[in-house]
T-cell receptor, first 113, second 112 residues
Framework: NAGVTQTPKFQVLKTGQSMTLQCAQD?????MYWYRQDPGMGLRLIYY???????DKGEVPNGYNVSRLNKREFSLRLESAAPSQTSVYFC????????????FGSGTRLTVV | GESVGLHLPTLSVQEGDNSIINCAYS??????FIWYKQESGKGPQFIID?????DKRQGQRVTVLLNKTVKHLSLQIAATQPGDSAVYFC???????????FGAGTTVTVRA
């Protein structure tokens, strides 16, 4: 099925550990995004990639890095996890043609202890 | 400042009634608005969008209204069903920007 696939779905890290969240889309979208969602808050943009080969900071980039591996894949890395990074992470992709509405993945629930 | 917000964090609706979810935005440069639905444990799902050159747009059982004068948009759901129980987010963007900014969300609960 066409869409955005995120892995893993759940992860528990110890403070200071590192990990990479993977995201892949098969809709041939140019733009890809990483958001985090905390209780009682909307989605906040961490990083985005307007097109293959470019990445830009969003609203809350500190503590994260990203890689746009190719048109399909956009990964998010936590180099040294902190409890404040406990959240649900969503990847999305979109295209400027037609609707701007993004397609979201099902999320990664990350807990840092 | 730039922000998108919803008037009420929760809304309880009787099954079969119409629901109205409101959203206020402060950035007059915003020219594209989207409503998303998020069910528990899932990612946001696109419902309907509207551009700033429109006042109203209708979909299947949903209508979005945009009032640029007061920077307000609303989502109306007709004949609300149990499956409509979810968190609803409004989001805004500008045509010269790839970023989408979200409000905090309204939790809709449908009473049987």
């Amino acid at each position: 099925n066409a869409g955005v696939t995120q892995t893993p779905k759940f992860q528990v890290l110890k403070t200071g550990q590192s990990m990479t969240l993977q995201c892949a889309q098969d809709m041939n979208h140019n733009s890809m995004y990483w958001y985090r969602q905390d209780p009682g808050m909307g989605l906040r943009l961490i990083y985005y990639s307007a097109s293959e080969g470019t990445t830009d900071k969003g609203e809350v980039p500190n503590g994260y890095n990203v890689s746009r591996l190719n048109k399909r894949e956009f990964s998010l890395r936590l180099e040294s996890a902190a409890p404040s990074q406990t959240s649900v992470y969503f990847c999305a992709s979109g295209s400027r043609t037609g609707t701007y509405g993004y397609t979201f993945g099902s999320g990664t629930r990350l807990t840092v202890v | 400042g730039e922000s998108v917000g919803l008037h009420l964090p929760t809304l309880s609706v009787q099954e079969g009634d119409n629901s109205i979810i409101n959203c206020a935005y402060s950035n007059s440069a915003s020219d594209y608005f989207i409503w998303y639905k998020q069910e528990s444990g899932k990612g946001p799902q696109f419902i309907i969008d509207i551009r700033s050159n429109m006042d109203k747009r209708q979909g299947q059982r949903v209508t979005v209204l945009l009032n640029k004068t007061v920077k307000h948009l609303s989502l109306q759901i007709a004949a609300t069903q149990p499956g409509d129980s979810a968190v609803y987010f409004c989001a805004e963007s500008r045509s010269n920007d790839y970023k989408l900014s979200f409000g905090a969300g309204t939790t809709v609960t449908v009473r049987a």
